[in-house]
Antibody, heavy 127, light 108 residues
Framework: EVQLVQSGAEVKKPGESLKISCQGS????????IGWVRQMPGKGLEWMGI????????RYSPSFQGQVTISADKSINTAYLQWSSLKASDTAMYYC????????????????????WGQGTMVTVSS | EIVMTQSPATLSVSPGERATLSCRAS??????LAWYQQKPGQAPRLLIY???TRATGIPARFSGSGSGTEFTLTISSLQSEDFAVYYC??????????FGGGTMVEIK
């Protein structure tokens, strides 16, 4: 079974750093693009960025460039989303999701939907 | 940046009735358009990709249509489990993938 399992909920203070994870199983982790999506409380979905775990090629939404860092460790089938200095406005649910191969995807680009989602990691930033 | 606009924001429908949801792109996204369903407390689930292809396990009452800038998700006969929020997403403009603001389908 294809699965993405995310790390647990976090409660942090403003200014703290944080790294959350997303571990894939049941498929070849290195050959599927993985994306991160933010959902602020009561709001819609926002695409943050994607990574190709095979070579760690990473692309960001302009809205999140410089605000977060996406990385991956292919040896343990895990993608990460990290912040160096959290703000209260980072309070949200964060989802990782795998790009389907039902479209056109290669190691350099991908034109497909997200077919598998993690369960989400709730990040709360409060003083 | 491609902007995706969904309408209406909320749709009130009785069980058994048909629901029609719209999604408009600010520029052409060809058929690179997906629809997702999200229920409270759950992660989104892929319903439709390629504008009109149902994902694995999705009932036939869900159908997608459109290309270019105008897209529609139709639920032919709403079941109780279909009351949820629905999002469209374009994936035509590499590497940006943009979501619409969502349509909440609620019980009338």
């Amino acid at each position: 079974e294809v699965q993405l399992v995310q790390s647990g909920a976090e409660v942090k203070k403003p200014g703290e750093s944080l790294k959350i994870s997303c571990q894939g199983s049941g498929y070849s982790f290195t050959t599927y693009w993985i994306g991160w999506v933010r959902q602020m409380p009561g709001k819609g979905l926002e695409w943050m960025g994607i990574i190709y775990p095979g070579d760690s090629d990473t692309r960001y939404s302009p809205s999140f460039q410089g605000q977060v860092t996406i990385s991956a460790d292919k040896s343990i089938n895990t993608a990460y989303l990290q912040w160096s200095s959290l703000k209260a406005s980072d309070t949200a649910m964060y989802y990782c999701a795998r790009h389907s191969l039902l479209g056109y995807c290669s190691s350099t680009s991908c034109y497909s939907a997200f077919d598998t989602w993690g369960q989400g990691t709730m990040v709360t930033v409060s003083s | 940046e491609i902007v995706m606009t969904q309408s209406p924001a909320t749709l009130s429908v009785s069980p058994g009735e048909r629901a029609t949801l719209s999604c408009r792109a600010s520029q052409s996204v060809s058929s690179n358009l997906a629809w997702y369903q999200q229920k409270p407390g759950q992660a989104p689930r892929l319903l439709i990709y390629g504008a009109s292809t149902r994902a694995t396990g999705i009932p036939a009452r869900f159908s997608g249509s459109g290309s270019g800038t105008e897209f529609t998700l139709t639920i032919s006969s709403l079941q109780s489990e279909d009351f949820a929020v629905y999002y469209c997403q374009q994936y035509n403009n590499w590497p940006q993938r943009t979501f619409g603001g969502g349509t909440m389908v609620e019980i009338k």
